[in-house]
């Protein structure tokens, strides 16, 4: 059993950066593919974006340029570094863990899952 912690989250105003961190539990977190999903209100929860075994990433086009998810399999954890944020960032994020090496964008592939963090960005 593997369990997620996120922290990092906060307010910030449009412009600015966050960096969220994704703490895992287990000694098979380096084998595992990561990702980080969002979910606005009212809205589905979206991928953000991935990270394989080795570290090959992917993106979504809305966050592609601005977002930079990396991990330490040393310290076993994920994170994922925001910069020019905007007011549409606003969600919970969740990380998630996938006992595969590869990563997928469907978060119904994903079988472990942190409690989420808010981040809100002001205009």
């Known amino acids: 059993q593997v369990q997620l912690v996120e922290s990092g989250g906060g307010l910030v105003q449009a412009g600015g950066s966050l960096r969220l961190s994704c703490a895992a539990s287990?000694?098979?977190?380096?084998?595992?593919?990561m990702g980080w999903f969002r979910q606005a209100p009212g809205k589905e929860r979206d991928f953000v974006a991935a990270?394989?075994?080795?570290?090959?990433?992917y993106y979504a086009d809305s966050v592609k340029g601005r977002f930079t998810i990396s991990r330490d399999n040393v310290k076993n954890t994920m994170y994922l570094q925001m910069n020019s944020l905007k007011p549409e960032d606003t969600a919970v994020y969740y990380c998630a863990g996938r006992r595969q090496a590869y990563y997928n964008t469907r978060s119904d592939e994903y079988d472990y899952w942190g409690q989420g963090t808010q981040v809100t960005v002001s205009s």
């Open positions: 990270i394989n075994y080795r570290g090959s990433t």
């Open positions: 287990g000694r098979t977190f380096s084998s595992y593919a």
